[in-house]
């Protein structure tokens, strides 16, 4: 399947540790906060506690697949294995959807972070501007992607951990419990659908780390270095959600930041204050999460596009690499030309009165959540027909943990299309359309 068009192998366990990091820490910056608008700031909570222990039971079930099955395709590869084409494209292109809607929501916060220090400027201008300087960054070189990644990453990690320390003193939890389900001081049946509306949210804060597998085939010695990055990157993300999303809550009026693509900035201003030297680093710092999200997922995007072309379903320009710098250059320049353009198609993507940065994370949702059930599937059925498949990764807790992350990952697929219709619909003309397309275009591998 692979043919011989391969990547180069340079990434160490440091490098896939800021990849897993930095491809989702953006999430700790934005989005997730239109999760209160649904559930209130208790209901979000469990919410995400729920979903936080599904990534967990996910990461460590992926792990093993990552590292059985080391290729640019990830999903694709995994469940190729295990149910053929079809079910190769279902995940390929269930990953690609994830992929390619992510970004534009980034990006659009970045817009929006560069709107607070230059108020005249378009936040779609500064996504646009984004995406050009990043799509160039990746085309250059993988190990000069990934330092970079590595430096933003280190710098939005201190930069959440500043942002913590600074709001932690006017914490109460009295402010966090207020309206705290779903407009209610106290639990009611009805706070129960606003949990489960507001899922999308909460897997904001982790999705995306299973993009290390895309860089899986770049890896030196991926038996050792992949289960490092995911295990040391899924708890880092964990602790930085709760941390920044409890202490936000509670250090003014939480319902004001319940529909901003800037929470953080606008949590410190109500503590320090609209002149303060604080708010002013968090906002150019604050741009490093962002960065370092959309950077890596750009990454990401284009070796999934790179290796459905290096397989036949899409087309062979796409499983170009540049010849001097061996990066997908194609594909990292045609996922970024759907990004740009769903930054710009507002009357087609905002849906039922949500914002379009709303939107678009729940498309990307929807993608990452069907993913993430053909991945454990695969998992279930590659342990029984190829026991033999070495396998240098065991999922611990198996077949418990794989088990949960299916359960829950299926239940918020299907309760997310419920609250969700039209944006399920959606994503499912996207998936139909996509992968009707690949199977009567699909050609012999590259080679």
């Known amino acids: 399947m692979d043919g011989q068009v391969t990547l180069d192998k340079s990434l160490n366990a440091f490098h896939l540790w800021a990849i897993a990091v930095g491809l989702v820490i953006s999430g700790e910056y934005f989005g997730w906060s239109f999760g209160w608008a649904q559930a209130g700031t208790l209901g979000f909570l469990i919410t995400t506690i729920v979903i936080a222990v599904m990534y967990l039971a996910f990461v460590f079930s992926f792990t093993e697949l990552t590292t059985a099955i080391p290729q640019a395709g990830g999903p694709f590869a995994y469940s190729h294995r295990a149910f053929g084409p ?70 939005a990690v201190a930069e959440l951990l500043v942002f913590m320390g600074v709001v932690a003193p006017a914490f109460e939890w009295s402010k966090f419990a207020a309206g705290g389900w779903a407009g209610s001081s106290t639990f009611h ?50 602790a930085l959600a709760f941390g920044v999303m409890i202490l936000s809550g509670g250090a003014g009026d939480w319902h004001a930041l319940s ?48 290796a459905l072309a290096r397989a036949g379903y899409l087309p062979a320009a796409c499983a170009r690499l540049h010849p001097r710098f061996q990066t997908p250059d194609v594909a990292t320049i045609v996922g970024g030309v759907i990004g740009i353009a769903a930054i710009y198609s507002d009357n087609l993507i905002v849906i039922a009165g949500q914002t379009l940065t709303a939107s678009i994370v729940t498309l990307s949702a929807f993608g990452a959540l069907l993913m993430y059930v053909t991945s454990m599937a695969s998992l279930f059925r ?66």
């Open 86 to 155: 079809l079910g190769g494209m279902i995940a390929g292109f269930a990953t690609l959807i994830e992929f390619l809607f992510a970004p534009p929501a980034i990006a659009l916060a970045i817009g929006a972070y560069l709107n607070v220090q230059f108020p005249g400027l378009d936040p779609k201008l500064g996504a646009l501007g984004a995406y050009l300087l990043f799509m160039a960054l990746n085309i250059v070189g993988v190990r000069i992607a990934a330092t970079f990644e590595i430096v933003v990453t280190l710098l």
């Open 189 to 238: 049946i009805g706070a129960i659908g606003g949990m489960v509306a507001a899922a999308p949210f909460a897997i904001w804060f982790f999705l995306a780390i299973e993009g290390v597998a895309m860089a899986a085939e770049e890896a030196r010695d991926p038996r050792r270095t992949i289960p490092i990055a995911y295990a040391g990157g899924i708890l880092t993300l964990v």
């Open 259 to 306: 529909s901003v693509n800037d929470p953080l900035p606008q949590a410190m201003k109500s503590v320090v204050g609209a002149s303060s030297g604080w708010l002013h680093m968090l906002v150019w710092l604050g741009l490093f999460g962002l960065v370092a999200s959309f950077h890596g997922i750009i990454l990401g995007y284009a070796r999934q596009i790179f």
């Open 382 to 447: 590659l342990r029984r027909i190829a026991p033999d498949l070495d396998r240098p990764w065991r999922t611990p807790l198996y077949p418990l943990a794989p088990a949960v992350a299916l359960g829950i990952a299926g239940f918020a697929l299907l309760t997310m299309a419920w609250y969700n219709p039209q944006l399920f619909a959606i994503f499912v003309g996207l998936m139909v359309v996509t992968v009707g397309i690949a199977s009567l275009t699909r050609r012999r591998p590259a080679s």
